[in-house]
């Protein structure tokens, strides 16, 4: 009998205002004749009459005759109440509401396999992960006062007009961009490059230890090697929690394995904050954002997802929208803040903290945490952007909980391109859709004083150390 695996994406949450999507189920997946049919579901979705919407990434891995995870490529055949977009690498869907409305959406749909080589009777993991789209159109660089930050090439106060997704030339003229205090952006911006102008779909929420979890158990030991910090050919009690190679959770990471998992087959990984050997119980910090990730196991986890990272133009856009700028200030819209207050349900899908529905509310320099907490976490039923967090377009903690690592527009990445990972790593477990250098750190996270004002939009921090396993920041991705 055929086994069908089903990895739901259980972030149970009440979510900024009513516009925004939760409670994500992907159920009654089944395989006849090369088709796979599964029914899908999130609470408070939203389609808008002026074009705004929620989505799913939508995308399946299956075992092949040798016992390998690998990406399936699907077409559409069937869709009911939603609409499923494929795009041209067929190596998943965009699922979105078909009519304008919010809240409940469910519906059946099947889409067929192209795949050729998965054998008579293949295991299926279905994935799926929140969306936003950003809507296309021009938008504003800069906030004339950030460290480092985007401007108009003859003053450094008056932010960068990003006006259509042409070429963008860089010098000291009205017309020109360029970057305050730094000279490693000399060369014409192509039109090829993502500078935010063009509609795309990002991660709602920073990638939770669920996900990066649900992601090493497709692996195979080598490349699961590569991606945690443990040796895994030497596993026990002092270095199962494996983003650190520690014996108990650190700044509530808490994914980990057994202590006498053995590498000769891939081990099998699970989230464990409480720290009692119990997998997944339902205080284990499933929905906690994830730390302890280097550039590459981001980059590689997009790679394997087929997506792509996100620029620094694209991160000012997807949180300032189509607002002007205004100096210093936050992902949700204010140049002020209050810090997180003390967690209560800790570890839980309800996770919270004692001060929710205060206006601006972040998680930067919170010693009452520790570390990141739940992805999310300041939105509620009755929230709006500023109590939530939310950026323009609903996109969650942008600002503050997790630094957001997105690609540096400077020469040596001009390069890149609207390039999507296509869901497989090399052997050794490394992404090989890009080529990248340095990245910016932008929004702030949960060590930062709270004098700074390091977590504005427009503040870029250059970060160039690839291999180093960061307590602090994520890369998000994009389709």
């Known amino acids: 009998m055929r086994k069908i695996l089903l990895f739901m994406v259980l972030i149970s949450f009440t979510n900024y205002s009513d516009l925004l999507a939760n409670n994500l189920t992907i159920t009654n997946v089944t395989y006849t004749n090369s088709k796979v049919s599964l029914d899908i579901s999130w609470d408070n979705s939203w389609k808008t009459s002026d074009g705004y919407n929620d989505g799913v990434w939508l995308f399946i891995k299956a075992k092949n005759?040798?016992?390998?995870?690998?990406?399936?490529?699907?077409?559409?055949?069937?869709?009911?109440s939603i609409v499923s977009t494929?795009?041209?690498?067929?190596?998943?869907?965009?699922?979105?509401?078909?009519?304008?409305g919010s809240g409940t959406i469910s519906s059946s749909i099947t889409f067929t396999i192209l795949n050729t080589d998965l054998g008579p009777t293949p295991d299926f993991k279905v994935f799926g992960i929140e969306m936003v789209k950003i809507n296309g159109g021009a938008f504003y660089a800069g906030d004339g006062s950030s460290f480092h930050r985007f401007h108009q090439g003859n003053s450094t106060t008056t932010p960068y007009y990003v006006a259509d997704s042409n070429q963008i030339t860089v010098g000291n003229t009205s017309s020109d961009i360029n970057i305050e205090s730094v000279n490693?952006?000399?060369?014409?911006?192509?039109?090829?490059?993502?500078?935010?102008?063009?509609?795309?779909?990002?991660?709602?929420?920073?990638?939770?230890?669920?996900?990066?979890?649900?992601f090493l158990n497709t692996l195979t030991p080598s490349q699961q090697q590569t991606r945690t910090a443990s040796d895994l050919s030497n596993i026990s009690s002092s270095n199962r929690f494996v983003m650190r190679s520690v014996g108990s959770p650190l700044n509530r990471n808490g994914i980990a394995c057994d202590s006498n998992a053995s590498n000769a087959s891939p081990i099998t990984f699970y989230c464990d904050l409480n720290n009692n050997?119990?997998?997944?119980?339902?205080?284990?910090?499933?929905?906690?954002?994830?730390?302890?990730?280097?550039?590459?196991?981001?980059?590689a986890y997009l790679d394997w997802a087929a997506m792509r990272p996100m620029t620094d133009l694209e991160y000012e856009k997807a949180s300032r929208g189509f607002t002007a700028s205004?100096?210093?200030?936050?992902?949700?819209?204010?140049?002020?803040f209050t810090n997180a207050g003390t967690i209560t349900n800790s570890g839980l899908a309800n996770e919270s903290v004692s001060n929710?529905?205060?206006?601006?509310?972040?998680?930067?320099?919170?010693?009452?945490?520790?570390?990141?907490?739940?992805?999310?976490?300041?939105?509620?039923?009755s929230s709006n952007r500023l109590q939530s967090g939310a950026s323009y377009f609903g996109v969650m903690d942008l600002a503050g909980n997790l630094n957001e690592f997105t690609i540096a527009t400077i020469d040596t990445n001009l390069s890149y391109?609207?390039?999507?990972?296509?869901?497989?790593?090399?052997?050794?477990?490394?992404?090989?859709?890009?080529?990248?250098?340095d990245f910016i750190s932008s929004g702030g996270d949960y060590t930062l004083d709270t004098t700074t004002t390091s977590a504005a939009i427009s503040a870029r921090y250059r970060?160039?150390?690839?291999?180093?396993?960061?307590?602090?920041?994520?890369?998000?991705?994009?389709?």
């Open 326 to 336: 205004v100096a210093n200030e936050l992902a949700f819209g204010s140049n002020s």
């Open 277 to 299: 050997g119990t997998a997944n119980e339902a205080d284990d910090g499933q929905n906690i954002a994830c730390i302890f990730l280097t550039y590459n196991d981001s980059l």
């Open 356 to 381: 929710i529905g205060a206006n601006g509310l972040t998680n930067i320099n919170n010693n009452a945490s520790g570390g990141p907490l739940r992805a999310g976490i300041f939105a509620t039923a």
């Open 86 to 100: 494929i795009p041209s690498d067929s190596n998943g869907a965009i699922i979105t509401r078909n009519t304008v």
């Open 65 to 80: 005759s040798i016992g390998e995870w690998v990406h399936v490529r699907i077409q559409n055949y069937s869709t009911g």
């Open 463 to 479: 970060a160039i150390d690839q291999l180093y396993r960061y307590y602090n920041g994520i890369i998000r991705g994009c389709r």
């Open 417 to 437: 391109t609207y390039t999507f990972g296509n869901g497989a790593l090399t052997s050794s477990g490394k992404q090989d859709a890009w080529s990248l250098s």
């Open 184 to 214: 490693l952006l000399t060369s014409t911006i192509p039109a090829t490059y993502p500078t935010g102008f063009d509609e795309f779909y990002v991660m709602k929420y920073e990638i939770t230890q669920e996900q990066y979890v649900a």
